[in-house]
């Protein structure tokens, strides 16, 4: 158990819906880092929070939102889904200062989209 | 764009076999990390390297950072049904601090009794 929490672990929606996803870090970690993991594209980063401030953006569409709360939990919002949206989400926290790079993966909620 | 490649993507052996994975980059990173992963769970980290030339050890796995800090290995040493799974690295930037990790492919290793 790596201490980060995801919910729900399973979603099952249809084209054109909105999802939320949420993740809460370890506690004490300040980070949080969403990824996309599908069979074709392997784990790819979506954005990083850094108590509550957007730290850096990687391939996010702009359906796709995120914010991070005061209490430092996550939410990634999924909008006008396609089909191809369909995939693992992950998040993953980290400590703050040079542990940083050390990610801890929660256990992920798996999308379909129909 | 930082780009990690993993080698083999596909390994099956037998029990008791040893088996080493790579993972090759023309980047330089401040760190690496290899994760293992099961299917439909999240990568779970086995080890973090940060010193050019750094080797660890946990069990039977072995890991070493490149001296140039541009490739990892791993090495797993009479490896059982077990270790069955997608071994990932993963290398964090230079640039900042908390920065995205950069995922290979993975390998997929199947060990059989």
């Known amino acids: 158990d790596s201490g980060v929490t995801q919910t729900p672990k399973h979603l099952i929606t249809a084209t054109g819906q909105r999802v939320t996803l949420r993740c809460s870090p370890r506690s004490g970690d300040l980070s949080v880092y969403w990824y996309q993991q599908s069979l074709d594209q392997g784990l790819q980063f979506l954005i990083q929070y850094y108590n509550g401030e957007e730290r850096a953006k990687g391939n996010i569409l702009e359906r796709f939102s995120a914010q991070q709360f005061p209490d430092l939990h996550s939410e990634l919002n999924l909008s006008s889904l396609e089909l191809g949206d369909s995939a693992l989400y992950f998040c993953?926290?980290?400590?703050?200062?040079?542990?940083?790079?050390?990610?801890?993966f929660g256990p992920g909620t798996r999308l379909l989209v129909l | 764009t930082q780009l990690l490649e993993q080698s083999p993507q596909f390994l099956s052996i037998q029990e008791g076999e040893n088996l080493t994975v790579y993972c090759n980059s023309s980047s330089v990173f401040s760190s690496l990390q290899w994760y293992r992963q099961e299917p439909g769970e999240g990568p779970v980290l086995l080890v973090t390297v940060v010193t050019g030339g750094e080797v660890k050890k946990l069990k039977r796995l072995t890991f070493q950072f490149g001296d140039a800090r541009k490739d990892s290995s791993l090495h797993i040493t009479a490896a059982q049904p077990g270790d069955t799974g997608l071994y990932l690295c993963?290398?964090?930037?230079?640039?900042?601090?908390?920065?995205?990790?950069?995922f290979g492919e993975g390998t997929q290793l199947t060990v059989n009794p």
């Open positions: 993953a926290s980290s400590a703050p200062g040079h542990l940083q790079e050390t990610q801890y």
């Open positions: 993963a290398g964090a930037g230079e640039e900042t601090s908390g920065s995205r990790l950069t």
